[in-house]
């Protein structure tokens, strides 16, 4: 019996077939690296979305004190107003009231102020590595969009937070007894007025950068934000309270979405 092996390949059979080896391993092999590249990118974009998210909830959750304080705020800027206007030439201290609460995030400072903001930190270096990384380029172009619109919001925010510190140290002698002369009346009345203009910048910018976190829908729950100590919302009323008084408000509800 006689068993018939397979010829060789020969000239154009066997260049043809030598190619179609050689196609079919480069196909497998783009194939293969790309699916490594997508599930890199996937890693990649879960990521910066993490980071993001918790980035966005400290975000909320200092815009969200910050409203809390507009009436306290707001209503020693009047008081201060109203004073400056009374004509006297004798001025009468007044200090605003934040006294020390153990656990609240409010530094102790050794100058009494006659206007005392909170200062806040908004991170930002879980959006500035997406950036570095690219890993923008593979998340949902819709909510990139959203995404700089509120980092661009948070930038506002942190900006007129430094000049409000600025302005407001200006009113640092309003804190004390002493004279008033036209001149000093006429500064200290602009000093508060453009106190008043950040303090009211910042109040809008902190609603709108609520409202477009909600917008986004990353389904925050209530232990989300609980987890922050000091700014948990119900906490963050409780120890300004005891800070400041009554005029914290204790009615507005956190709806980051």
């Not at 200092?62 to 809390?68: A, D, G």
């Not at 507009?70 to 109203?82: D, F, N, Y």
């Not at 000091?230 to 963050?236: C, I, K, L, R, S």
Request: proline share 3%; aromatic share 6%; glycine share 8%.
């Amino acid at each position: 019996m006689h068993i018939h092996l397979p010829k060789p390949l020969h000239g154009w059979r066997a260049l043809l077939g030598e190619i179609g080896v050689v196609f079919v391993g480069i196909v497998l092999a783009l194939g293969a690296e790309a699916l490594l590249q997508d599930y890199h990118w996937h890693q990649q974009a879960k990521i910066s979305e993490d980071a993001i998210k918790r980035e966005l909830k400290g975000a909320g959750l200092v815009s969200y004190e910050r409203l809390i304080l507009q009436p306290c705020l707001h209503g020693q800027l009047s008081r201060l107003a109203t004073a400056l206007t009374s004509g006297s030439t004798h001025w009468t201290a007044m200090s605003m009231a934040t006294s020390t609460v153990a656990g609240a995030p409010q530094a102790d400072r050794v100058i009494v102020g006659a206007y005392r903001p909170p200062s806040r930190l908004m991170g930002e270096d879980g959006w500035r590595n997406a950036i570095s990384v690219g890993a923008l380029n593979h998340m949902d172009a819709r909510q990139v969009a959203q995404l700089t619109s509120i980092y661009a919001s948070m930038a506002t925010w942190l900006a007129a937070q430094d000049e409000e510190a600025s302005a407001a140290s200006q009113l640092a002698p309003l804190a004390f007894d002493g004279s008033m002369d036209d001149r000093r009346r006429s500064d200290m009345i602009a000093a508060v007025a453009e106190v008043d203009r950040l303090n009211s910048l910042m109040a809008i910018v902190s609603q709108q950068m609520i409202d477009k976190i909600r917008r986004l829908g990353l389904g925050y729950s209530r232990q989300d934000l609980s987890r922050d100590g000091v700014y948990e919302p119900d906490y963050a009323v409780k120890i300004q309270r005891e800070a400041r008084g009554a005029c914290v408000r204790d009615d507005l509800k956190l709806d980051l979405g």
